[in-house]
């Protein structure tokens, strides 16, 4: 598969764009050759197609320039190929309210649009992803663990758990990232309790753990990652904040230290710190950093396993 098959998987399957509707473009310049494919492939279909260049974001979750938000609004389609993530922006979710269909795609490459988790069989994706889901619904409590040292619990009573399964975007006011293939939720402020060893991703791929501390719902203590720390603290004590639970689904994704497609390896979970309120949360802070944790076991309610050692519990 070419960098330009992928972009008309993109824009023809997952978006489903139409003759002459408009399509917007965010990119900056290390992403730009994928920002050309998209482009292009709506182009090919008939679409008003226009692209906007913008300096890279200096984290995930930063707000884009103003004028490019009000662009937004004025969409159609919307796909978001840029070094770091539009997704936990205000201007994102203003768009899906205005009606636009959205994809984000963070720190997406060359490879991952021609290899990687865009090749997974999304229809068996979206089958797991199903039942899982009913699984999920009304649960109110989540114990995580693995065998080097992370023991935490969260409370996700009264959330909404959102799955991200097929990367399908057809309906107005839509949003999905592509690739996908994680159900995620935004657990209740304050409930997270425990520690969290995060082995396989913070931003980069790892070498060495990384360990955080949470008390009551946020970050006391982040070892082994100054990077993200510092990130983190950059917005203040919200940065702090344990703003999302989430579990991977699509079996065709690896960890490749890009959070893209890391988060949706299947087996394994990831916890993310900083803003929420995109997703059900109320915390908004600019800031949204997800860290992957291999090979946990997940129990809901203190009964109720459904992955045990990164392996999925039938």
Known sequence: MTLMD???????????????????????????????????????????????????????GEEPPEIVAEAMKKADVIFAPTTYSLSHTQARKKANRAGARIATMPGITTDMMSNGGMTADFNKVARMMKRLSKILKNTKKVHITTELGTDLTLSTEGRKWIADDTGICHKKGSFTNLPAGEIFIAPKEGTANGVVVID?????????????????????????????????????????????????????????GNVLEDEKKLGTIHIAFGDNSTYGGTVKCGVHIDGIVLKPTVVLDDKKTILKKGEMVE
């Open 200 to 256: 396989g991703a913070f931003q980069d791929k790892l070498d060495t753990p990384a360990r955080v501390t949470i008390q009551d719902g946020m970050a006391v203590d982040i070892i082994r990652a100054l990077k993200i720390r510092n990130m983190l603290d950059e917005v203040g004590k919200k940065g702090r904040n344990v703003a999302e639970f989430g579990i991977g689904m699509n079996p065709a994704a690896k960890i490749i």
């Open 6 to 60: 992928g972009a008309k998987i993109a824009v023809e399957t997952c978006m489903g764009v139409k003759k002459r509707e408009v399509v917007l473009i965010i990119t900056d310049p290390e992403r730009r050759n994928i920002a050309e494919a998209l482009y292009a492939a709506s182009h090919d279909v008939g679409a008003k197609a226009l692209m906007i260049q913008m300096q890279p974001r200096s984290r995930h």
